[in-house]
């Protein structure tokens, strides 16, 4: 039985544990002492641990680093025995305990998320991230803001100094320092700063030398109308640096100054607000560089605007470019009569690499202003290099959106544009490797092979060098993760890397990456799709036809590619007889599959092959719900596990588009992938 599933009795006492901060323990709301130093170690090392079994090899490297004596495995278990009474003192002699338990790969502590200050830390720290990803700015300063109040001090005070620099417990004060970085962004856009500046001081005097973490100290403390004191803050660290590094400031800490002696930093919370998710996108406050919303829940996570976000990727396709047809599904283009699409800006002198562009495309009208706002904050000369993630579930035209807007925007990009696809999520071929990326870009570039240095490493530095002084857009298609993406991001000032995924991609995000995450198209927008594929006149005489369809494909426009491929194939068959046909195949995806140019179930296989199999099984089980929302309640019940499970598994569908977390804690499963998933569960 899981710790999450056993019922209290089952565990004996009531217990609470800190580890961030001094190491402390209440049971029964009487707290313990903890002993000796070495007894306060090995609780904090089990309780890093989080509910796995430590290696004894590690415990006695814990208390004796180095070389252990003899005799230190068996006062190791002498050690344990004391901590095993302390925690449960009514245990009969020689018990086996249901708190500290021996197991094959070492001793494990039976917890629960409540009991331990860093598990409810590190949940909603994944909180934050989650509402991050989807352009809740507020929600997300708020979960960030409420995991940082666990943090009480330096982790695991209390023990021998040697023994507080084990690999576990810095990792866990790299953490604390990521989430504050987290927390600063969020708050800095939704105008929540005050309430962060505490654990952002706390962060900075835990290291000093941390340059990103400072600069968002700086424009937290500018934010808060605290003016001098962020000037203050920049010489001290400006200070530091010279002193104890021997170097300058960085391009990310220098914006931050240059922009509280501009007093620029009160655009980060007033930007526009973007509603895509309805029938009729509204876009409000429009003003280049703004961050945006676009799912009407609050602002996206844009933190740094001039600050150094990420950088651009390449073209893994060479001179060629890839057919349009691979790009995005055929339903991706416009409404008859559509406009052609006009480049602004100068004509390109550089590489242009981008596939073709989508003829005609259809609607996207709000989205595609968005993208123009993000442009328009990078393209200057002085501009930081940045990123704009475009995110959403298979087939509802990420690719098509970021290859049309791209030649739209390709004239404000001089020096070049580039494309690589990344297959993240391609089912039957493995990731790009960044090094393989990393040649092609440079071919296209125009070095040629002879000249190619050996390495990752050696390839992304000449590639930030050839793009230093350079204007480049970049679209990154289809990444599989941030540690991909990384080697690909150039530094140079004006470049702007447009990247696809269906992955939540939080570390880029955290980095100042804009999201941009997309909903099947409106019903106006999908209705005009079919019509352009099907023949205007052909839709106009079959409305209710028309609309079933719509209705049944649920608007995702690779499903409309698949199902208008057969009927214009087949244009003697009134769309009243595609109608039927949908009905009869409702509950599964054989309507929209073995399409020449697209397939729906194996676009969906792609997303699905990436889960933990936990999470698989809980989305194999999502079509038994039969209320109107999934909520972490409603999944335990469905599912057979913890609330606290249930949401963990809900959020891993999520951040790869299985679901949607419309609101908070509430979910909806698009009726494609309820067919997808009943399919997976018939058979497994």
């Known amino acids: ?124 720290t994944r909180q934050g991230i989650r509402a991050a990803v989807t352009g809740r700015a507020e929600t997300a300063a708020l979960r960030f803001t409420d995991a940082l109040r666990e943090w009480r001090g330096p982790v695991a005070m209390g023990i021998a100094a040697a023994a507080r620099e084990h690999v576990r417990f810095t990792a866990v004060g790299r953490e604390l320092l990521e989430t504050a970085r987290l927390a600063a962004d969020a708050a800095l ?8 500046l505490p654990a952002l001081r706390r962060a900075t005097a835990l290291d000093p030398l941390d340059e990103p973490l400072h600069a968002r100290l700086i424009l937290s403390l500018a934010a808060c109308g605290l003016q001098a004191e962020a000037l203050a803050a920049y010489e001290d660290v400006r200070r ?63 933190s740094w605007g001039e600050g150094g976000g990420p950088g651009a990727a390449v073209d893994v396709w060479g001179e060629g470019g890839g057919p349009g047809a691979a790009m995005a599904p055929p339903g991706e283009g416009g409404a008859p009569g559509a406009a052609p699409a006009v480049s602004e ?91 393989e ?20 490493a050696a390839l992304t530095g000449l590639y930030r060098t050839l793009l230093a002084g350079r204007r480049v857009l970049v679209v990154l298609d289809d990444a599989a993760g941030t540690e991909q993406l990384h080697p690909l991001l150039p530094a140079a000032p004006g470049c702007l890397a447009l990247v696809t995924s269906r992955h939540a991609l939080p570390g880029l995000i955290a980095s100042g990456a804009r999201p941009l995450r997309l909903e099947p198209p409106p019903a106006d927008d999908a209705r005009a799709m079919l019509a352009r594929l099907v023949g205007a006149d052909r839709a106009a005489a079959e409305p209710g036809a028309a609309d079933e369809i719509l209705l049944r494909s649920g608007r995702l426009p690779l499903a409309l590619a698949v199902v208008a491929e057969r009927a214009a194939a087949h244009r003697e068959i009134p769309l009243a007889d595609t109608a039927a046909y949908l009905r009869e195949k409702e509950g599964t995806l054989d309507a929209f599959t073995g399409g020449a140019t697209a397939d729906v179930r194996v676009a969906f296989l792609g997303s699905y092959r990436l889960l933990s199999p936990e999470a698989a099984r809980l989305f194999r089980l999502l079509p038994r719900h039969g209320g109107p929302g999934l909520t972490p309640a409603s999944a335990a019940a469905l599912a057979g596990l913890s609330v606290r499970g249930a949401r963990r598994l809900l959020g891993e569908l999520a951040e790869t588009h299985l679901i949607t977390e419309h609101t908070p804690g509430h979910y909806t499963l698009h009726r494609l992938l309820g067919a997808f998933a009943a399919e997976r569960a018939r058979h497994t």
């Not at 856009?189 to 962060?196: E, H, M, V």
């Not at 959403?392 to 390709?410: D, E, F, P, Q, S």
Request: charged letters at 20%; hydrophobic letters at 45%; proline letters at 10%.
């Open 1 to 124: 039985m899981s710790a999450d599933l056993a019922p209290r009795g089952a565990r004996g006492a009531a217990m609470r544990f800190e580890l961030l901060g001094p190491v402390r323990a209440w049971r029964d709301g009487t707290e313990l002492d903890l002993g000796f130093p070495q007894q306060r170690a090995l609780l904090a090392l089990l309780l890093a641990y989080e509910g796995r079994p430590v290696p004894a090899g590690e415990l006695l490297g814990l208390l004796w680093p180095g070389h252990p004596p003899a005799s230190a495995p068996n006062v190791l278990r002498r050690y344990l025995g004391a901590l095993r009474r302390l925690l449960e003192p009514d245990l009969p002699p020689r018990a086996p305990g249901r708190r500290l338990l021996r197991h094959p790969g070492g001793h494990l502590l039976e917890v629960t998320p409540d009991e331990v200050d860093l598990l409810r830390f590190r949940e909603l």
């Open 189 to 196: 856009l939704c105008g929540r700063t005050a309430q962060i």
């Open 345 to 435: 800006g100068t004509p390109s002198t550089g590489p242009t690499r981008l596939p073709p562009d989508i003829h005609g495309f259809t609607g996207r009208k709000a989205e595609l202003e968005w993208l123009t706002a993000a442009r328009d904050a990078v393209t200057g000369a002085a501009a930081a290099p940045a990123a704009v993630w475009i995110g959403g579930m298979a087939g509802v035209g990420k690719t098509a959106l970021a290859v049309h807007w791209a030649h739209r925007a390709a004239g404000r990009f001089p020096d070049g544009h580039l494309y690589a696809a990344l297959r993240g999520s391609d089912p039957a071929r493995p990731a790009a490797e960044p090094e």
């Open 437 to 456: 990326a990393l040649r092609a870009m440079l071919t296209a570039l125009g070095v040629p092979a002879t000249r190619m240095p050996a390495g990752a």
């Open 240 to 302: 530091r640096l010279a002193t104890e590094l021997g170097i300058t400031p960085g391009t990310e800490l220098a914006a931050a100054h240059t922009r509280v002696l501009r007093q620029d930093v009160g655009r980060l919370t007033s930007g526009p607000r973007m509603d895509v998710g309805r029938e009729t996108p509204v876009v409000r406050a429009s003003r280049p560089g703004a961050a945006v919303d676009v799912r009407g829940e609050g602002a996206a996570v844009d």
